[in-house]
C-alpha cells in the first residue's frame, strides 16, 4: 500500500503524559499537513511541511505542540502535558509541491486523554 | 482568511433520486475547491477538484461539482443517489498562490435511503 500511513491507530493516554504520532506520506510527496477534527467539525490544519522545512504553524498550535520531519520523509506530532481538550482526530495528509495538487490522507490516530 | 461554508449539516435522499451537497467560499484571489468524503473510522478519500476551465468538473464515483464564480459556490451534484453514497462530504478551499492549505467546512452528512 503506498498511501499515507499513520500509527497508531489509537491512542489513550492519561492527562499529563506526552504522546507522539507518526505520519508516512507517500513517498514522491514534497509537502506533509497536519489536522485535527474533533465530532461533528471539518479538519482544522495544524502546520505543514515542504520537504524538512516547517512552513506554517496555526494559532491552534500551542507551545505544548511540537512537529518535525527531519529529513523530509515522515513526521511525528508530540504533544507534551496532554489535556482532556487534546481528544481528537488526528490526520496527515500529503501532496505533490504545487497548490493545484490534492492532498491525500491517512487514516488518522485517534487520541484519547482520560 | 479563507473559509468555506456547508449551510446544511445532513441531507437526506431517497435512492435513484438526484442529490446536492452545498457549499460556498471566501478567499483572495483565485479560488482552488476540492471535495472529500468520509466514511466511518476512514481517512478522507478526494472525489474531486476545481482548480480553472470547465465550470463543471467531474470525479469519482458519478459525482460531479459546479464552480460558480458570481456565488462563490461549488456545489456537489449526482444525478442519481445510492446507498452506499451515505458518508460525511467536505468541501475545502485554497487560494491559487499555492502556499496556502487547505480549508475545509464543517462537513454535510448525506444519508441515502433505500
Known amino acids: ?114 | 482568511a479563507q473559509s468555506v461554508a456547508q449551510p446544511e449539516d445532513q441531507v437526506n435522499v431517497a435512492e435513484g433520486n438526484p442529490l446536492t451537497v452545498k457549499c460556498t467560499y471566501s478567499v483572495s484571489g483565485n479560488p482552488y475547491l476540492f471535495w472529500y468524503v468520509q466514511y466511518p473510522n476512514r481517512g478522507l478519500q478526494f472525489l474531486l477538484k476545481y482548480i480553472t476551465g470547465d465550470n463543471l468538473v467531474k470525479g469519482s464515483y458519478g459525482f460531479e461539482a459546479e464552480f460558480n464564480k458570481s456565488q462563490t459556490s461549488f456545489h456537489l451534484k449526482k444525478p442519481s443517489a445510492l446507498v452506499s453514497d451515505s458518508a460525511l462530504y467536505f468541501c475545502a478551499v485554497r487560494d491559487s498562490s499555492g502556499y496556502s492549505t487547505l480549508t475545509f467546512g464543517k462537513g454535510t452528512m448525506l444519508l441515502v435511503s433505500p
Open chain 1, 1 to 114: 500500500d503506498t498511501g499515507v500511513s499513520q500509527n497508531p491507530r489509537h491512542k489513550i493516554t492519561k492527562r499529563g503524559q506526552n504522546v507522539t504520532f507518526r505520519c508516512d506520506p507517500i513517498s514522491e510527496h514534497n509537502r506533509l499537513y497536519w489536522y485535527r477534527q474533533t465530532l461533528g467539525q471539518g479538519p482544522e490544519f495544524l502546520t505543514y511541511f515542504q520537504n524538512e522545512a516547517q512552513l506554517e504553524k496555526s494559532r491552534l498550535l500551542s507551545d505544548r505542540f511540537s512537529a518535525e520531519r527531519p529529513k523530509g520523509s515522515f513526521s511525528t506530532l508530540e504533544i507534551q502535558r496532554t489535556e482532556q481538550g487534546d481528544s481528537a482526530m488526528y490526520l496527515c495528509a500529503s501532496s505533490r509541491d504545487t497548490g493545484t495538487m490534492e492532498a491525500f490522507f491517512g487514516q488518522g490516530t485517534r487520541l484519547t486523554v482520560v
